[in-house]
Structures are given as structure tokens and as C-alpha cells.
């Protein structure tokens, strides 16, 4: 895959198969690129909280939601870097009814549901099918989900090659993006996680940290915008032990003004990291000092 960080093993202890090291070190590199322009700064204002409170309120009670997306989207205002702004709109925008406007349906025949994410009506495989390397995408295009569109500008903008178009199901259209599949795990799921131990999986979590942290930076680098919504379900360790990243829609993906400083994005990048995944480490503070996955398995038949 194009955004693919190369990550470590080391090896079995105690029998149990563990990431001892994803990453040895994160280089800092020039800040002399500039990004593309991705959002256009006319037209009705477009919610980053609104999409992302629409987006938590099945997971969390009203005012943890709100506080949540007041939060998410706080972290990206504050930044002068940012090219952040309520009244404007994502890329593609504009182009919704040509974005949806082919039938795609016969590209999907055969495909098989694989998952439902929060700001979709499905994700769907092609297995034995020509585009079997790639994944599609169900979308909301109802009035009032215009912002659906934008999603395949990101991926243009990252370099993946993507088809759009409708089908329809009980007489409904629904939008179809086909894209690259990923492959990988997100962290907590992978078959080694529950098995290692506390200090395995802070280890394991902190060497994700950098490896996402040069991710990202990297596309700065390279002139992309900046990739925000790395949290643990969108991060994914394929066989190689590497990251790779999935989801490009509105509001994840933001254009910036200037490259940030170090220090800017750095720590930018500390509060965002801390929220995005802080409570897979309060998950794994409450694990005791010294028990193994092998002791947690048999506490739990006992």
C-alpha cells in the first residue's frame, strides 16, 4: 500500500508471539513543501461537529458526544497551520451529483459484506471478482450528505485511484465508491493482542504512536493535507507489522496554511494521539503489573 510504515518484530516469549519493536526511531526532515488546496473557502457552512457528533451519538450518551466533537474539532481551529474553517467546504462539494451520477452496479455484482463503519452504510469485498483488490464503499447521498463526495477527492489527492457512481437498493440510491483495499488488523484486534502483556502492549502502542506520527508527517512532506482521524479502529497492522490507514472522508482529512513547525506539530500531534487513543491506554493501565495472556485466559475459565 501507498501509506504503509514499516514496523518490527522480534520474536516469541514464553511461547507468545509479540510486537517487541515496530519502529526504531522517526527522522524530523526540512519544512519547505507546501500543500495542495483542498477545501474552497465559499458557499454554506459545512459542520465538522454536526458530522462528527452525527457520527457518536449510537455510541455515547448526548452530552459525552457533544463534548467529543467539540473536542475533535477544537484540535484543528486552534491551529494557525490548519486551513480550518466552518464556512468552508471539502473538495468535491460542489460536484455531488456528477460524483454519484453513474450506475455502477454491475462492478459490484458478487461483492460480500466485510464491515459497517461510522460514516457509512457498508464496506463490501469483491472476492473472485476483477476488482478483487479493492474494496466498496455503500455512501449516504440523501440531501444533507453532500460532503460524501469529498471522499474521493482525498483519495486522489493521496494518490489511490478510485470509481464512484450509485446503485440502488429497495429502490433507494445509495453511493458506491470502489477503492484499494487495506489489509491489516486494527491494534486491539490483531491475535497477538490480548496475549502479551502490559508492558508488551505499552510498548506495542507507543512504537504505533511513531510509526503514525512519521505517517502523517510524511504526507505533509510530500504536499498532501494532513490525515487527522488516526484513531484505533483506522489504523491497521497488516502481516508485515506495518500501518496502514483507512478512511479519507469529511472531516478526517484538512488542508494547512504553512508546514508547522517541529514543535507545532509535534505538539499538535501529542493532544491529538492522547485523545484519539487515549482509552485504549487507560484500557491497558488497568491490566496488573505482571499478568501474562496465558493467566488472564485461565483467571476467565476459572
Not at 473538495?91 to 459490484?108: A, K
Not at 473472485?128 to 464503499?137: M, T
Request: charged fraction near 25%; aromatic fraction near 12%; charge should be negative.
Amino acid at each position: 500500500m501507498l501509506f504503509h510504515s514499516a514496523l518490527q518484530t522480534l520474536g516469541i516469549v514464553a511461547g507468545v508471539f509479540f510486537v517487541a519493536s515496530f519502529l526504531a526511531s522517526v527522522s524530523a526532515r526540512p519544512y519547505t513543501t507546501t500543500a495542495h488546496l483542498v477545501f474552497r473557502k465559499t458557499g454554506p457552512s459545512q459542520d465538522c461537529r454536526a458530522t462528527i457528533l452525527s457520527s457518536k451519538k449510537t455510541f455515547l450518551d448526548k452530552v459525552a458526544a457533544q463534548e467529543y466533537a467539540d473536542e475533535w474539532c477544537s484540535q484543528l481551529e486552534h491551529e494557525s497551520w490548519i486551513q480550518y474553517s466552518a464556512s468552508s467546504l471539502c473538495r468535491g462539494f460542489d460536484q455531488f451529483e456528477r460524483v454519484f451520477m453513474d450506475d455502477v452496479t454491475e462492478f459490484i455484482t458478487g461483492r460480500q459484506f466485510s464491515r459497517k463503519g461510522e460514516n457509512n452504510l457498508g464496506i463490501f469485498t469483491l472476492p473472485n471478482h476483477k476488482l478483487e483488490h479493492r474494496i466498496v464503499k455503500f455512501v449516504n447521498i440523501s440531501e444533507g450528505h453532500e460532503s460524501a463526495a469529498c471522499e474521493k477527492y482525498s483519495l486522489l489527492d493521496f494518490g489511490e485511484q478510485v470509481i464512484t457512481g450509485f446503485t440502488t437498493l429497495d429502490k433507494e440510491k445509495v453511493g458506491v465508491i470502489i477503492m484499494p483495499r487495506v489489509d491489516g488488523t486494527p491494534l486491539r484486534d490483531t491475535h497477538w493482542w490480548r496475549n502479551i502483556s502490559k508492558d508488551q502492549k505499552l510498548y506495542a502502542l507507543n512504537s504505533t504512536r511513531k510509526a503514525v506520527e512519521k505517517t502523517v508527517l510524511d504526507f505533509l512532506h510530500e504536499g498532501k493535507s494532513l490525515y487527522t482521524n488516526f484513531s484505533p479502529n483506522r489504523v491497521l497492522i497488516d502481516d508485515d507489522k506495518g500501518v496502514d490507514f483507512i478512511g479519507y472522508e469529511y472531516p478526517g482529512i484538512w488542508p494547512i496554511n504553512v508546514l508547522p513547525t517541529k514543535d507545532q506539530f509535534d505538539q499538535w500531534f501529542d493532544r491529538r494521539w492522547d485523545f484519539l487513543w487515549g482509552d485504549v491506554y487507560r484500557e491497558v493501565d488497568k491490566m496488573p503489573e505482571y499478568q501474562s495472556g496465558l493467566e488472564r485466559n485461565r483467571a476467565r475459565l476459572n
